[in-house]
């Protein structure tokens, strides 16, 4: 049974930082690319990061270049999402995805093979 478990997430003011962490289970962590989308009340699912098997290659959403990195520790099955300078539009649900036919760029993925339950995320003004 695969198993994505998001943590880290909390409530934070503008201009603070969080890491999240997705710990993978039931799967083989090294073959999957893994990826960070959010979802805020009301809106579509957007992408957030997304970073390659080995880990060489990422890709962060132009909104959040210079403000969010993303890495992984395929020893750990784990992928991190480092969020600093956050803003209050930055407040939404972060979900973990995992998906074996994607690659870093936002529309090379479709529905993800594995989702987490997602982490709440809220930047206070």
């Known amino acids: 049974q695969v198993q994505l478990v998001e943590s880290g997430g909390g409530l934070v003011q503008a201009g603070g930082s969080l890491r999240l962490s997705c710990a993978a289970s039931?799967?083989?962590?090294?073959?999957?690319?893994m990826g960070w989308f959010r979802q805020a009340p009301g809106q579509e699912r957007e992408f957030v990061a997304a970073i390659s098997r080995g880990g060489l290659n990422t890709y962060i959403a132009d909104s959040m270049k210079g403000r969010f990195t993303i890495s992984r520790e395929n020893a750990k099955n784990t992928v991190h999402l480092q969020m600093n300078t956050l803003k209050p539009e930055d407040t939404a649900v972060y979900y973990c995805?995992?998906?074996?036919?994607?690659?870093?760029?936002?529309?090379?993925?479709?529905?993800?093979?594995?989702w987490g339950q997602g982490t709440q995320v809220t930047v206070s003004s």
């Open positions: 039931g799967l083989t962590f090294s073959s999957y690319v």
């Open positions: 995805a995992a998906d074996r036919r994607a690659s870093v760029v936002p529309n090379s993925w479709g529905p993800a093979d594995y």
